[in-house]
């Protein structure tokens, strides 16, 4: 089989990253600077080859999508199974308002995120973002073998993906880091994967950030 490279993007900076609100399946837009760091990684993507494009329905990851092939002429393909978690009841609040009304959850929540299921209509646990998200994975590795994948997906959904292709528990989502933007490279070949690069941000200017949100 020959090998499938993947490049996985988190999308740009929205108003709610900057605000500290848990926005998961809510769609908020790109901040101007969130359309900066589209518009570096679309250049730094310029002259690597993309056969193929796939990305959240949600327009933050969508329109980072759109960027970073524009020079490729290809279009953006959205897959649900990509959407970023659903944070129930959470979703819309700031960090520390969630802290007043779920204190024991968010501490969970903050610690492991194993065993939380976010409260209320909708609300998911990591171990379902992970298996959804998987499944979209390996079926796109069976479909593209061969040919480079850009997708552009969010902070809960990059983690887990990574905690997967690297074969350890959920329970180490919180020793990942994923700053809007960058970009991680893994291949799949013959039933596994093999990580090639992680939360690179040297297109953004610097090695690694001190950029800590509060809200996903």
Known sequence: MAITRFILVRHGETTWNKEGRYQGQIDTPLTAFGREQGQKAAKALKDVS?????????????????????????????????????????EGLLSDDVGKTYPELLAQWKSTVVGVTMPGPGGEDITAVRDRSMAAFRELAEKHQGQTVLVVAHDAVNKAVLCDILDIDLSHFWQIKQDNTCINVFEYQDGKWRLVLMNSTTHLGFLFSGIEQKGL
């Open 50 to 90: 993309i056969d193929v494009c796939y990305a959240s329905p949600l327009s933050r990851a969508v329109d980072t999508a759109m960027m970073c092939v524009a020079s490729h002429g290809l279009p953006v393909n959205t897959d649900s199974r990509l959407l970023e978690i659903h944070h129930g009841e959470w």
